[in-house]
């Protein structure tokens, strides 16, 4: 694929997920059957924000030559884009709640997608 392809998808996929995770963090779930594995809810927070960060970091890169201020900069991104969210579970639903262990998960999420990044560009020398 054309680089310049390769990074509008990458965007494109990257807005779709941002927006994605927002929908799913904001809205009532009540209708949603619930599943009964313990912290569950952490497991989603944690892959959300895995995909959430591998996306940003391969659009971005292009953009952000430095490797370590790209892993920096996509790392903040995304614990501050799981900050955010939480802030506006308690301001704008009444369903929702801010969670400190979601941030946590969120956190663990974005530090487990990046790190599978650093290790795809070892292997592949992108």
């Not at 779709?16 to 497991?43: R, Y």
């Amino acid at each position: 694929m054309e680089p310049n392809k390769k990074r509008i998808l990458f965007l494109a996929l990257a807005v779709f997920w941002s927006i994605s995770i927002t929908i799913a963090c904001l809205v009532s779930m009540s209708e949603v059957p619930t599943v009964n594995v313990d912290q569950f809810d952490k497991i989603v927070h944690l892959c959300f924000y895995a995909v959430f960060s591998i996306l940003w970091f391969q659009y971005l890169k292009t953009k952000i030559r430095n490797t370590k201020k790209l892993f920096l900069f996509v790392f903040f991104l995304s614990v501050l884009f799981g900050i955010l969210i939480e802030i506006c579970q308690s301001l704008f639903t009444e369903s929702r709640q801010a969670d400190m262990k979601d941030v946590i998960a969120n956190t663990i999420g974005a530090f487990l997608g990046l790190a599978l990044m650093a290790v795809y560009n070892k292997r592949f020398k992108n």
